[in-house]
């Protein structure tokens, strides 16, 4: 069974919300609503030696999900493909994940009645499609496939990237990496 | 229920009318639920931007103009009558005719905006309308402060038919010279100058980067094409001083000597007298203007001269009253260092057929040519009187001289908020007799209209080609218009019927028109609507594809040469060599007013999630940022008390805004740069209106209006200001539609 994951090659990401509004455009998200991906967007050092840095932020799918630890429902669960996500007509919008999730990427949806996060869009990897935001980045900033698989781009790119997650110290081991220039690694966490 | 259909077309994103991003419409029951990129698309190959992905929701949205409405209160207050499209069409043909019998076709007034694009379908269509009528008073209002000045000067001095273009995908260095771009280079496309939409260039960009391109930018704060490591070089210039930049780079070239000397010799003339004149402009003199050290100016200039592949883009950022300096400056550095139309440089790029009609240029009498608003000056002159003046019609519409246009027709323009010095475009506004504004929105600028009117999105309209490079396509209807929304097109296919001009229009046929346009192309309308997924593909000519076409592209200009020292504008009474005038209102020029004024302000072109005064009514782009903004170094911040999310007071010498303070670091300390285009509420936000005047979220407000090219009018977006906290602005009802 594959084991998915999502490359974010940082040095092609110029913070321009494709994803952020296609993601609510695909999944049909209300406006106002927070969305499954956000945007980071911040600066290291002090003028005028300065570093910018953008990059999106969502679900990690992490291999010990905290959000599915907490969840008395087994409304969040990994699915046999290893994905994190919610089984809405399980969850009872008690909103632990939300508390749970390190990331702070699980959102409440329909006032409140359900959690939701980034499922790497589940139904079209099912169809054999990527997910929404890899096919739709401008800059291509995105690279979705089979972390397990030696012969996948993704498993190349993230060792030739040496591309790490996102604040490893929390040790839930995400499937969504990052990769980018040396001074990223200072902003990772 | 059906299974979703899908509809290709063109995105509406960031202008209409003619080549944009292919996108895949979703329609499911009859309604436009989703889109995605058109894969088969060649320059955008299945990705949209955040403004093309929001489609849906700019359609749909309940903000829209939604019926043909009447004035039932004073111009300007915004209150209206619904009326119905025949009432408003016979009145306002009625108008036309009136006009034309008792003034003259010169007092009929078409403007558009950038909205519909700048060399599509629309503009030869309306163009040809007033053209029809005899009338010359056309005018684009939009590039009157970006595009069109900046053009002026880089054709008088290398020739061409329009901007020489940065060739990212060969260029080992990239200078990215957008002084007041928010987005800069990450953004320009397949026309020239919209930088406000991500087309194809920001990932050709970021190719060439991956590969070690170097990447230099140059503006007051670090873009975000700068950002994760990209940048190798930025240069947060003071606002304002470019043309000094400029010039003293082009002291160290010919000081260094290291220009083509062959090709300054085969194809420059004048080269001598500019090597005297920029003796002045040492590197030393530039930092004390520029705020860039000497040394820093030293290694750009050599590097941008002796990298053999080595673009730049300028674009139409730096609108400033000492325009003339840089913009003669930029293309003689272009020229000197041998990066004209060569691999990597910045060449000229040219599609394979132009799409068209004739606009019956001939209808119009040397008399009516004569009456040209703005028409005696060189700006006006020089491009053939084709069009009016923004500046000369405001202020003839204010003082009547030489004429005032007694009715006024406005296709999707919104001067309100675009123009500098809204105050004055309301006077102008209230003073003609009769205005139609024809939009989507009910933008500030319909609040002085007499009839307004509901325009369709593109996704409501019949068929519009376009053609980039030697691809040819066309957008789809993907749903019939929403209320009583009406294509532009139509309507004026219309207007020109009730007017008795049927016969130059097609007799009303849409599709006739459409395939008069494709002719140039010798593709048929049949064979576009055949190809709709993937749109069909001239061949190339080998004019395309071929660089160093000096002998051609120069033949306008005397001598078939660079003119270095230039004398056109010398015969017309101009400086014939750049000298840097610098800005009215910056600290260096006007130190008394740095006590009450400390800072320097100036304002972001536009953004990845929205379109100059567009699309801030769209829930999915506006919750990214609800609100005008204005950013803030922070150790600037602290000094007046500013903390991040605070509604701040920008008073300037000419007005009053407010805005949303960011504490960005990557700004100079003694800048600030807001943004145009905040004037719209969202109402699923709950967010409201603002005044579009002063004390509004309108930059626009601050500048001065009399500062300004002394060649082409280009009004200035540099002034000096103070800031402190204040209260959120005034809430303003939007437009009535009464009942």
């Known amino acids: 069974m594959a084991r998915y994951g999502l490359l974010i090659d940082v040095s092609r990401c110029i913070g321009c919300s494709g994803c952020v509004v296609g993601c609510k455009n695909?999944?049909?998200?209300?406006?106002?609503?927070?969305?499954?991906?956000?945007?980071?967007?911040?600066?290291?050092?002090?003028?005028?030696?300065?570093?910018?840095?953008?990059?999106?932020?969502?679900?990690?799918?992490?291999?010990?999900?905290?959000?599915?630890?907490?969840?008395?429902?087994?409304?969040?669960?990994?699915?046999?493909?290893?994905?994190?996500?919610?089984?809405?007509?399980?969850?009872?919008?008690?909103?632990?994940?939300?508390?749970a999730c390190p990331y702070g990427a699980r959102v409440m949806r329909n006032g409140g009645k359900v959690a939701d996060s980034c499922d790497f869009c589940i139904e079209r990897i099912r169809e054999g499609v990527e997910p929404y935001c890899v096919s739709t980045c401008p800059t291509g900033a995105f690279v979705f496939g089979d972390i397990d698989d030696p012969q996948s781009e993704i498993f190349k790119r993230i060792k030739e990237t040496k591309?790490?997650?996102?604040?490893?110290?929390?040790?839930?081991?995400?499937?969504?990496?990052?990769?980018?220039?040396?001074?990223?690694?200072?902003v990772l966490g | 229920m059906e299974s979703e259909r899908i509809v290709p077309t063109m995105c509406h994103g960031c202008s209409?009318?003619?080549?944009?991003?292919?996108?895949?419409?979703?329609?499911?029951?009859?309604?436009?639920?989703?889109?995605?990129?058109?894969?088969?698309?060649?320059?955008?190959?299945?990705?949209?931007?955040?403004?093309?992905?929001?489609?849906?929701?700019?359609v749909y949205n309940e903000q829209r103009l939604k019926y043909p409405l009447i004035r039932a209160g004073e111009k300007g207050e915004g209150?209206?009558?619904?009326?119905?499209?025949?009432?408003?069409?016979?009145?306002?043909?009625?108008?036309?005719?009136?006009?034309?019998?008792?003034?003259?076709?010169?007092?009929?007034?078409?403007?558009?905006?950038?909205?519909?694009?700048?060399?599509?379908?629309?503009?030869?269509?309306?163009?040809r309308f007033m053209h029809a009528l005899g009338s010359t008073s056309f005018s684009n209002w939009g590039p009157s402060v970006c595009y069109a000045p900046q053009l002026m000067y880089h054709k008088q001095l290398i020739g061409g038919p329009s901007y020489a273009r940065p060739d990212y995908e060969h260029a080992d260095l990239i200078v990215e010279w957008f002084t007041g771009g928010g987005t800069g280079g990450a953004a320009r496309g397949g026309v020239e100058t919209l930088d406000t939409n991500l087309r194809s260039i920001p990932l050709k960009i970021i190719e060439r980067v991956n590969k070690g391109a170097r990447l230099i930018i140059i503006n007051p704060q670090l873009i975000a094409l700068g950002a994760n490591g990209r940048v190798s070089r930025w240069l947060p210039v003071r606002p304002g001083t470019d043309g000094a930049l400029a010039l003293s780079m082009i002291h160290v070239i010919i000081r260094d000597k290291v220009y083509d000397k062959k090709f300054v010799s085969e194809w420059c003339e004048g080269f001598d007298k500019l090597s005297a004149h920029v003796k002045q402009y040492t590197p030393a003199w530039a930092e004390g203007i520029t705020g860039i050290e000497a040394r820093e100016i030293e290694e750009l200039a050599r590097d941008y001269a002796t990298t053999p592949r080595a673009c730049m883009r300028v674009s139409e950022a730096p609108q400033k009253q000492d325009l003339r300096s840089f913009a003669m400056a930029v293309p003689i550095l272009m020229a000197i260092t041998?990066?004209?139309?060569?691999?990597?440089?910045?060449?000229?790029f040219f599609p394979a057929a132009r799409l068209g009609f004739s606009t019956l240029s001939n209808r119009i009498s040397s008399k009516a040519r004569e009456r040209v608003l703005g028409g005696d000056t060189f700006y006006i002159k020089s491009s053939g009187r084709h069009s009016a003046f923004f500046r000369n019609v405001i202020e003839a519409l204010i003082s009547g001289k030489p004429y005032r246009p007694r009715t006024m027709l406005v296709f999707g323009s919104n001067p309100m908020s675009t123009a500098r010095n809204p105050a004055l475009v309301a006077e102008a506004f209230k003073k003609v007799d009769f205005t139609v504004v024809v939009d989507v929105s009910k933008t500030p600028t319909s609040r002085y209209a007499d009839i307004v009117l509901?325009?369709?999105?593109?996704?409501?309209?019949?068929?519009?080609?376009?053609?980039?490079?030697?691809?040819?396509?066309?957008?789809?209807?993907?749903?019939?218009?929403?209320?009583?929304?009406?294509?532009?097109?139509?309507?004026?296919?219309?207007?020109?019927?009730?007017?008795?001009?049927?016969?130059?229009?097609?007799?009303?046929?849409?599709?006739?028109?459409v395939a008069d346009f494709l002719k140039p192309a010798g593709v048929t309308l049949e064979q576009l609507e055949q190809s709709a997924l993937e749109g069909i593909y001239l061949p190339r000519t080998e004019w395309m594809d071929r660089r160093e076409r000096y002998e051609e592209l120069f033949k306008e200009l005397p001598d078939g040469k660079i003119q270095l020292y230039n004398t056109v504008l010398e015969k017309e009474g101009f400086e014939p060599l750049p000298t840097y005038v610098g800005e009215t209102e910056d600290p260096l020029s006007a130190p008394e007013l740095s006590n009450e004024y400390p800072l320097m302000f100036t304002d972001e072109h536009s953004a990845y999630i929205n379109h100059h005064s567009w699309m801030r009514d769209i829930p999915w782009l506006r919750e990214i940022r609800k609100h005008a903004f204005v950013k803030i170094n922070p150790a600037t911040a602290k000094k007046y008390g500013i903390d991040d999310g605070d509604w701040v007071d920008i008073v300037s010498p000419h007005g009053r805004m407010k805005a949303v303070a960011i504490l960005f670091e990557a700004i100079r300390p003694d800048t600030l740069m807001s943004q145009h285009g905040w004037w719209q509420g969202c109402d699923a936000l709950d967010l409201k209106e603002t005044p579009p005047l002063q004390e509004g979220t309108n930059p626009n407000v601050l500048y001065d209006w009399d500062n300004r090219d002394l060649i082409t009018g280009d009004i200035t977006k540099n002034t000096m200001v103070r800031i402190q906290r204040g209260a959120p602005p005034e809430e303003v009802l939007p437009v009535r539609e009464g009942l």
Not at chain 1, 26 to 39: A, D
Not at chain 2, 86 to 108: F, H, L, N, Q
């Open chain 1, 26 to 99: 695909w999944h049909g998200i209300p406006g106002g609503e927070e969305g499954r991906i956000r945007l980071q967007d911040m600066t290291t050092g002090v003028y005028p030696q300065i570093s910018r840095w953008v990059f999106p932020l969502m679900c990690m799918q992490c291999d010990y999900p905290p959000c599915v630890s907490v969840c008395r429902y087994q409304a969040s669960y990994v699915g046999s493909d290893g994905i994190v996500a919610v089984d809405k007509d399980k969850c009872v919008g008690c909103e632990l994940c939300t508390f």
């Open chain 1, 163 to 186: 591309a790490r997650a996102l604040k490893k110290k929390f040790r839930t081991k995400p499937k969504v990496f990052y990769a980018g220039p040396d001074g990223l690694r200072d």
């Open chain 2, 16 to 58: 209409y009318g003619g080549y944009n991003c292919g996108m895949l419409a979703h329609v499911k029951d009859g309604k436009f639920v989703r889109v995605e990129g058109n894969p088969h698309h060649p320059l955008n190959k299945g990705k949209l931007c955040a403004k093309g992905q929001a489609a849906v929701q700019w």
């Open chain 2, 79 to 127: 209150s209206f009558k619904r009326i119905s499209w025949e009432e408003a069409m016979s009145v306002i043909a009625e108008k036309i005719k009136e006009t034309k019998e008792e003034y003259g076709p010169e007092y009929i007034m078409l403007s558009k905006g950038q909205s519909s694009g700048w060399a599509g379908l629309h503009q030869f269509l309306w163009i």
């Open chain 2, 338 to 348: 041998g990066h004209l139309d060569r691999p990597g440089g910045n060449a000229w």
């Open chain 2, 454 to 513: 509901p325009a369709a999105t593109r996704y409501e309209c019949y068929g519009q080609p376009g053609i980039w490079e030697n691809h040819l396509t066309m957008s789809h209807k993907v749903i019939d218009p929403l209320w009583e929304a009406r294509d532009e097109l139509e309507v004026t296919l219309d207007l020109a019927s009730r007017l008795g001009m049927g016969k130059d229009f097609w007799n009303g046929d849409h599709r006739a028109m």
